[in-house]
């Protein structure tokens, strides 16, 4: 499929189209294309800060780790999850939140293999996730924008993945096709147990999110996968530890303990919950 079709102008919601090397909308905004294939649709008055999302050192740190596969059993329970009637030649998926291309890349070879060929967006509020992630997979669209206000028209997708990311409902919503679903993948209690041990003097007490349910979805199922890695280098270990909220949370000592580390055996526990948009009813 031809990428970067079918997106909207981040300022006036009006309908990007295709001009050699840019995105343009019918009231003159122009969007060039990176050497990379990639579009920054996050305009300067949409950003909170010069430079957001993750520095071009953490999306360094975060690659040099997902590259080592420790999280490649988070792919195959994404894949497993996967209500089988909307994984179907065709279908259209955005990963809200695609840092640097891991997941989405891994997900559309392992589907390119079983003959099932899917249209893929990756989007993130990091430019420099983005630019790494168009070196990744140049089958995808790439894009830099916000989940608070996506660049896209209403219905442009049947599935939307959130992996580790900040969801916005209200937008989801909006931009899946009727009946659409929206895959959330989360910490569970014990993730990085081992770890957070070190860091944190005490462990707080687990809040499952959304436990109440979520506005304009309904949930179809929920799964965990749990399983052991080890981390046998220094290196290693502060690559995972700045791509998790612990590297800002955590105290000076906590972190200077994990200096002191040659190698640790860590847990993943990861929770999976799909979700189906519910249907508006008109009572007009």
Not at 149 to 172: A, K, M, N, Q, T
Request: proline residues 5%.
């Amino acid at each position: 499929m031809t990428t970067l079709e079918n997106l909207s102008c981040p300022i006036d919601s009006a309908p990007l189209s295709r001009y050699e090397r840019s995105l343009k909308c019918e009231h003159g905004h122009t969007y060039d294309l990176a050497k990379t294939g990639y579009v920054n649709l996050l305009p300067v008055q949409n950003k909170r800060s010069k430079d957001p999302g993750d520095s071009k050192d953490m999306v360094a740190a975060r690659q040099s780790f997902l590259n080592q596969d420790c999280y490649f059993p988070v792919v195959e329970a994404i894949l497993s999850s996967w209500p089988k009637k909307a994984l179907v030649d065709g279908i259209r998926v955005l990963d809200a939140g695609c840092g640097e291309g891991y997941y989405l890349g891994k997900i559309g070879k392992i589907l390119h293999d079983q003959k099932i060929n899917i249209e893929r967006v990756g989007l993130d509020i990091s430019k420099w996730a983005v630019a790494a992630a168009s070196k990744r997979d140049k089958s995808v669209s790439w894009l830099v924008g916000s989940n608070a206000s996506l660049p896209v028209p209403d219905e442009r997708f049947d599935v939307i993945l959130c992996l580790f990311g900040f969801p916005i409902f209200c937008e989801f919503s909006r931009a899946l096709s009727k009946s659409g679903l929206l895959l959330l993948v989360e910490s569970g209690p014990d993730h990085l147990i081992e770890l957070r041990k070190i860091l944190y003097p005490s462990i707080h007490d687990y809040k499952p999110t959304h436990s109440d349910g979520v506005a304009n979805f309904e949930l179809l199922s929920e799964s965990s996968e749990n399983y052991s890695f080890a981390l046998n280098s220094q290196v290693d270990i502060q690559n995972l530890l700045s791509m998790t909220p612990h590297i800002h949370k955590a105290s000076y000592d906590g972190r200077e303990a994990v200096k002191q580390l040659e190698s640790i055996s860590l847990t993943a526990d990861i929770k999976l919950r799909w979700y189906q948009k519910i249907e508006e009813v008109n009572h007009a």
